[in-house]
């Protein structure tokens, strides 16, 4: 097996590795709450109501994961010198048609959100990229960091207490997937691509023409007047 196949096939098994170390630890955690909340003070209907909403709980914090990451990729790019084109969270996409702000309805398999910008010009073959691919895990990191502060004076109340540290959880599993570089086949994630990136120029033009592309469209520009050499493929 070549160096890099076996690159590809460890960047592969670190994305179960990940999961099962943070759901490792969320296991360790879950039980003392149920022990607070359920063993020790007898089941009612309350506490029963108190496991629903941790359930729910958990999804609301997922939802809200997605958006503090798409959200870090529109607050990076726009602080790099990109503009707003659409930002998607689940099915529900907000996009910049010209001067009007619109939204629509569409999915895409695999993902849970997407923050599209427009970038800046080329100059010398080079845009600003590191902080637009970075900026989603980066955010997850800092919301994390910071409901792990809220949880240290909160972690008396158990319901509360328990919404925190999910946060704490999740918001570290999608910095780590999104951000440690890992090649998952089809698919590669942000921080794979700021690599990919910052060795290869015809990467990071493909990754320029692809936003100007999709901001062009958006704004009603028909392909048949994009300028002809966007579209030639590089050499090899």
Known sequence: MSNKKKIVSLQRLLVPVICVVISGLCGLFVPSFIDRTIVNQGIT???LLDCVLVLLGFLVVVFFQIIIHEGGHLLFGLLSGYSFSSFRVGPFMLMKQGKEYC????KL???GGQCLLAPPDL???????VLYNLGGSLLNLVSAVLCLLLYIPLRAHPLISVFLIINVF??????LLNGVPL?????TNDG???VSM?????ALRAFWLQLKLNALLTEGVRLKDMPEDWFRFPEG
């Open 45 to 47: 209907g309350d506490r």
């Open 103 to 106: 939204l629509r309805r569409m």
């Open 109 to 111: 398999a695999g993902t």
């Open 123 to 129: 100059k010398d073959g080079k845009i600003p990229f």
């Open 170 to 175: 999740v918001g570290v599993i999608y910095a």
């Open 183 to 187: 090649n998952m086949g089809m698919v």
């Open 192 to 194: 794979h691509n700021a």
């Open 198 to 202: 910052k060795k290869d120029p015809a």
